[in-house]
């Protein structure tokens, strides 16, 4: 079992930022591509972000693109999530999720294991 942790969400003002960080405390990432999601409420989890095993394959959801950033360092065993010139339609549960494989993906039911979640609110 891969026990993912996400940390660095939070409340911001629209237009301000936010570095999400997930980690898989104990264990190393092992050839994994991982993305990450977010839930607004009411709404279905949707694709945010994701990246390749090594890095040099990065995809990201029309809503975000040129806003956020999605990073890895393998050796901390840690995915990263940038988020810049944020807005009130960005609050939502953003999640980490890892999949089999070492290719980049969109589609969300690849994702084998997931985090708990980490709370984004963007005032406006």
């Known amino acids: 079992q891969v026990q993912l942790v996400e940390s660095g969400g939070g409340l911001v003002q629209a237009g301000g930022s936010l570095r999400l960080a997930c980690a898989t405390p104990g264990r190393t990432f092992s050839e994994t591509a991982m993305g990450w999601f977010r839930q607004a409420p009411g709404k279905e989890r949707e694709f945010v972000a994701t990246?390749?095993?090594?890095?040099?394959?990065?995809y990201y959801a029309g809503s975000v693109k040129g806003r956020f950033t999605i990073s890895r360092d393998n050796a901390k065993n840690t995915v990263y999530l940038q988020m810049n010139s944020l807005k009130p339609e960005d609050t939502a549960v953003y999640y980490c999720a890892a999949k089999k494989g070492v290719l980049a993906s969109t589609n969300l039911p690849e994702y084998i294991y997931w985090g708990q979640g980490t709370q984004v609110t963007v005032s406006s």
């Open positions: 990246i390749s095993w090594r890095g040099r394959t990065t």
